[in-house]
Structures are given as C-alpha cells and as structure tokens.
C-alpha cells in the first residue's frame, strides 16, 4: 500500500495558508452605455444574382417594416397577335435602370426581426385576366405558370428558404406557397427568382432570351435596354378562348407571413 506522507515544512506551509486572510476587500460601481438608432431598415433593392450589389429595378409596392416585401415584380406577356390556336407567352424579363442585365422576374423579401422565427412567402390570381373597362370581357381559361424557383442571399450565416421547386400554373382565387423559411433560417435579405440569366453563377439554367424584331434587339423606351423573355414565366392561353383586340389585366397578390 502507498503512503502519503507529509513533511514538516510541508505541513507548516498548509497552516500558513489556512490562518492567512480568506477576502480582499473590494468596491464596485456602475456606470451605463447607450446607443441610439434613428431611420430605418435599408430598404436598398439589391440584384438577384449578385446580392452584393445595389440596383434600381423601378417602382414597386412594399409591405412591412422589419418583415418585409421589398419588391414584387409586375408580369408583361407582352403585345401579342390573336391566334386560334393555343399559346404559351412568356414575361418580360426584368430589367434596372442602370448597366445591371436583364434577369429574371423575383421577389425581394427582407427579415431584420433577429428572432430567426421564420417566414413564408405566398402568391394569388385575385381574379382571372379581363378588361380593366368592360368586367365582362374575360379571357377565359388563360393560365399563369412560375417555374424553376431559386433563394439567392448576401448572407450566408443563416439557411436558406425552402421553395417551390415544382411548376405553379395558377387557377385565380387559390393562395399557394412560393418560399418558406424554417426556424433559423431566412434572416438578412433573399431574392426568390423564378429562372435565370445566362450569366447566373450558380449553374441555374438559363430561361432568358433577347426580344427581336426584324432582326435587330428590341430596346424598352423606359429603361433603355434590350428586352429579354423569360420563359421561367408565362402565360398559356387556349386558342379556343374567345379573344378581343384589347388588354386584359389581372391582379396578383404577394403575401409574407410570419410563422406562428
């Protein structure tokens, strides 16, 4: 068996620290720190396929404060010619006023709640496409379809949404689901794309393609670009629908939800 044993010297250095003093005596006092805040959340549009960069894509309506719809794209089919057979128009592609190419048509959605308790994003047809003067004249069975869904972000710390990756063909006066953010996920800003551009960074497949017109690019007057189709959005319309030499408009509603 092992001893342990404990010489004098020992044994004295032990009582010295024992009888020795056991606090120190302290004082303490607080002070404060303080910051203020004033503005708001940045409410800078930024481009889908390169976040990092600050753009202007035009007029849009938003929604929220610190949860937010950012911008929302207005769909174009564009001016077509009446035809008796079926046809499948697509969007124009969106365009900035600045040297930013055509990209496809998104939504930027914008959490800075910094509770990470998630989102979702949904899109309805309030009614079925008719002309805006005369309710009656509708264009029946017409069918908008949203395809090749993707959830780009400068911010790379927390995960990414969840969207749609089948195809949406819309039937007005259905919500359905375009992008979720779980728990966790979904804070700083994102940009849900629906296609891509030739020149995308991720390997997302290309779905624009430049507008022409007796063989020369068609410029838009507002922006001062080249058009671009996309053809990740379109508009399927019977050639069986009765059609008239006129607009038809309909009304798409853009819903950012918190989770309960």
């Excluded at 849009?60 to 046809?87: C, M, W, Y």
């Excluded at 009656?136 to 017409?142: H, K, M, S």
């Excluded at 994102?190 to 020369?216: C, H, P, R, Y």
Aim: charged share 20%; hydrophobic share 35%.
């Amino acid at each position: 068996m092992k001893k342990l044993i404990l010489s004098p010297f020992l044994l004295a250095s032990l009582s010295l620290m024992i009888v020795g003093p056991l606090a120190v005596d302290s004082h303490a006092v607080e002070s404060k720190g303080s910051v203020t805040f004033e503005g708001e959340y940045p409410w800078d549009k930024v481009d889908p396929e390169n976040p990092g960069e600050i753009i202007d894509p035009g007029e849009s309506e938003t929604a929220g404060k610190s949860l937010r719809l950012d911008f929302v794209p207005t769909l174009d089919f564009n001016q077509q010619v009446i035809s008796s057979e079926d046809q499948l128009y697509p969007a124009k592609a969106q365009l900035f006023h600045s040297e930013t190419p055509a990209r496809a048509n998104y939504v930027q959605v914008s959490d800075f709640r910094g509770t990470g308790k998630g989102w979702t994003l949904q899109l309805s047809q309030d009614y079925q496409f008719r002309n805006p003067e005369d309710q009656n004249t509708i264009l029946n069975g017409a069918v908008i379809s949203l395809n090749h869904s993707w959830a780009n972000s400068s911010n790379e710390k927390t995960g990414k949404p969840l969207v749609q990756k089948d195809v949406i063909e819309m039937n007005p006066g259905t919500t359905y689901d375009l992008a979720k953010a779980e728990p966790g996920s979904g804070e700083g800003t994102w940009l849900i794309s629906f296609g891509a551009s030739a020149d995308n960074q991720f390997s997302m497949k290309n779905t624009l393609e430049a507008m022409v017109s007796d063989g020369k690019p068609e410029t838009d007057p507002v922006y001062k670009q080249d058009v671009y189709v996309n053809h990740a959005v379109s508009l399927l319309v019977p050639g069986k629908t009765e059609k008239k030499a006129t607009t038809y408009q309909t009304v798409l509603t853009w819903t950012l939800s918190e989770l309960p």
